[in-house]
Nanobody, 117 residues
């Protein structure tokens, strides 16, 4: 089992920045992928960004150029730097870890990001 704990959410104004962190309870076997997803009220959960253990990244079109995902494997942590936030970025942000060989997913409980206009 892997427990994930997100932090860094909050209430900010449009144009501001936030950095989300997600710490895993233990080191994660490779290969793997770590990612951020978000869910706004009334919407389905959607992918924001992912990063593999080989540092391949992928972003939703809506966040390209504004968000950056990174990871520190010495800390078992994945980050999401969010710049130039917009009201439409308001959502609960969830961290996910995928153990690629096993096809197993672990989810955090989420952190709320609210962007006011």
């Amino acid at each position: 089992q892997v427990q994930l704990v997100e932090s860094g959410g909050g209430l900010v104004q449009a144009g501001s920045s936030l950095r989300l962190s997600c710490a895993a309870s233990r080191s994660i076997s490779r290969p793997n992928a770590m990612g951020w997803y978000r869910q706004a009220p009334g919407n389905q959960r959607e992918l924001v960004a992912t990063i593999t253990s080989t540092r391949i990244t992928d972003y939703a079109d809506s966040v390209k150029g504004r968000f950056t995902i990174s990871r520190d494997d010495t800390k078992n942590t994945v980050y999401l730097q969010m710049n130039n936030l917009k009201p439409e970025d308001t959502a609960v942000y969830y961290c996910k870890v995928t153990l690629t060989w096993y096809g197993t997913d672990y989810w955090g409980k989420g952190t709320l990001v609210t962007v006011s206009s």
